[in-house]
């Protein structure tokens, strides 16, 4: 590995992945088979579906992103989705907002008092079990881990594939004028985070839900300003190739 590669993460992302948004029923299509595999076949969170593929109604206002292998075929590795309120019901909550509906701290935020045109729930996050071969990775979805960041003799890593997906997912916020992105997620999300340059804050009490999860919030042009000088190059690969594979305006 060069060391031009060793220390630029962009270029470290393009070598090995390629991200898009799934702006055509075909990659849509291939999404829901990744979510099924994962959510439905491996971790049995969901029940299997005839036709293989996992979807639920928060979909049909939903944008999504695809992570796929940089050489061909070009392989599904993830996915992630942004859920946007309902054009037609935005005041309906989104998926935290009932899951958590007791344990949202209002005198933090109340979601329902925001303009709902520029919030959205970031969801759904997949990564096929070929891709998270590590110790305790085989009963979650995706996961993070201190030593993620960590040097191993000469060379850093760095979690390309869920911080991918989680990028991808701020850059079709960016472009869908969403101002506040909400989670619902693991405790130490916060600490990997910040490794980043990325607040997250959490805004309620722990609930179950695959595992303890707290409903936390995060703001998506902080995020693009607050990211660490390492960390920029994988955030302008990852946003040219979702405004590349993006519907025009």
């Not at 090995?16 to 055509?24: L, P």
């Not at 639920?56 to 075929?73: E, I, K, N, T, V």
């Not at 916020?173 to 130490?188: G, H, Q, S």
Request: proline share 7%.
């Amino acid at each position: 590995m060069s060391l031009f590669d060793r220390f630029n993460l962009g270029a470290g992302f393009s070598k090995y992945f390629k991200i898009e948004a799934a702006a055509t029923d075909a990659v849509r299509d291939e999404v829901y088979r990744v979510r099924h595999e994962v959510y439905c076949e491996e971790l049995k969170f969901e029940p299997e579906r005839p036709d293989r593929r996992e979807t639920d109604a928060y979909d049909a206002h939903s944008l999504h992103c695809l992570l796929r292998g940089a050489q061909a075929p070009h392989p599904s590795v993830g996915c992630i989705r942004l859920v946007l309120p309902a054009p037609d019901a935005l005041a309906a909550p989104l998926p935290f907002e009932t899951t958590c509906a007791h344990t949202i701290d209002r005198r933090i935020i109340d979601p329902a008092k925001l303009d709902r045109t520029r919030i959205a729930e970031v969801s759904r996050l997949a990564v096929r079990a070929a891709y998270r071969r590590r110790k305790g990775e085989q009963n979650v979805a995706v996961a993070l881990q201190d030593e993620d960041y960590e040097e191993v003799g000469r060379q850093p890593r760095f979690p390309y594939i869920p911080i991918g997906l989680y990028l991808g997912s701020v850059a079709l916020a960016a472009r869908n004028n969403v101002d506040t992105l909400f989670v619902l997620t693991e405790p130490r999300l916060a600490s990997h985070f910040s490794k980043l340059g990325v607040e997250i804050k959490q805004i309620g009490g722990p609930v179950e839900h695959r595992g303890t999860r707290v409903p936390s919030m995060m703001d998506v042009q902080s995020i693009i300003k607050g990211l660490r000088f390492m960390v920029k190059p994988i955030w302008r690969v990852i946003h040219d190739q979702i405004e590349a594979s993006a519907p025009p305006r």
